[in-house]
């Protein structure tokens, strides 16, 4: 069931559209302000990608700009602290990780899940956005790519040591996924992305990067309906 093109045409200014994109455009803003700090702290823990990682978080602080910058033309406020919350979990299991030295964890919760959730509900969102928006997260998008890329290329090169703690790490993050989502599905429906297409999204790309890294395709089914069925 994908997303048809022929969609009836958003009115961008409408009470409803614009309470929605003020959730979702926070989610969006503290997604990136996470990104850009999770990179950094990346950065401690992998010194000798130090350069490439700071190159990875100056570009995360763009898209924050970015999207916050997509928000003011829309006249809306970003809810912030529902944003807060919404990242919450991630967060403290990424911190957790971090506490730890646990780069594995750290990679596969930023660089495969979260740039995979985005990659998704950016590619998603560009055919509904606005002109001004689509433009940006065009942008955005393209940038979203090499930081996945650079997760895939670590784990993959250090694939028969890290599987073990992937499988778990994906085991303990992947259901937070499917809850944030559900989270999002009202809202993210009223700005004309359907939940089923960004599920379909996601498991495409979350899956191809498993399988790039060495997982086979028993696993990567496994491990990428973790949590779903119960969500
Ligand atoms: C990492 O570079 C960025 C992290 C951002 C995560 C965004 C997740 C978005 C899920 C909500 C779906 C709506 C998307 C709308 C796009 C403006
Ligand atoms: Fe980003
Ligand atoms: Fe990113």
């Not at 912030?80 to 299991?93: G, P, Q, T, V, Y």
Request: proline residues 2%.
């Amino acid at each position: 069931m994908g997303q048809t093109l022929e969609a009836v045409a958003i009115d961008y200014q409408t009470e409803n559209y614009r309470d929605a994109y003020s959730r979702i455009n926070a989610i969006v803003i503290e997604g990136e302000a996470e990104a850009h700090s999770n990179y950094l702290q990346l950065a401690e823990l992998m010194p000798e990608f130090n350069e490439e990682l700071h190159r990875l978080a100056k570009m995360e602080d763009r898209h924050k700009k970015g999207f916050t910058a997509c928000g003011k033309n829309l006249n809306v406020t970003p809810d912030m602290d529902f944003a807060e919350k919404f990242f919450s979990e991630l967060h403290d299991n990424f911190q957790k990780a971090f506490a730890t030295g646990d780069i594995v964890t750290c990679l596969l919760i930023q660089s495969l899940i979260i740039e995979c959730f985005a990659i998704a509900a950016y590619n998603i969102y560009i055919p509904v956005a606005d002109p001004f928006a689509r433009k940006i997260t065009e942008g955005v998008v393209k940038d979203e790519y090499l930081h996945l890329n650079f997760g895939e290329e670590w784990l993959q090169d250090h694939f028969e040591d890290s599987k073990a703690t992937l499988e778990q790490a994906n085991r303990q993050n992947l259901p937070l996924v499917w809850k944030m989502l559900n989270q999002v599905e009202t809202d993210a429906k009223v700005l004309g992305m359907e939940k089923e297409a960004l599920v379909e999204d996601f498991m495409i790309q979350y899956g191809e990067s498993l399988g790039k890294i060495g997982f086979n395709t028993r696993d990567i089914m496994r491990m990428s309906a973790m949590g779903l069925v119960a969500a």
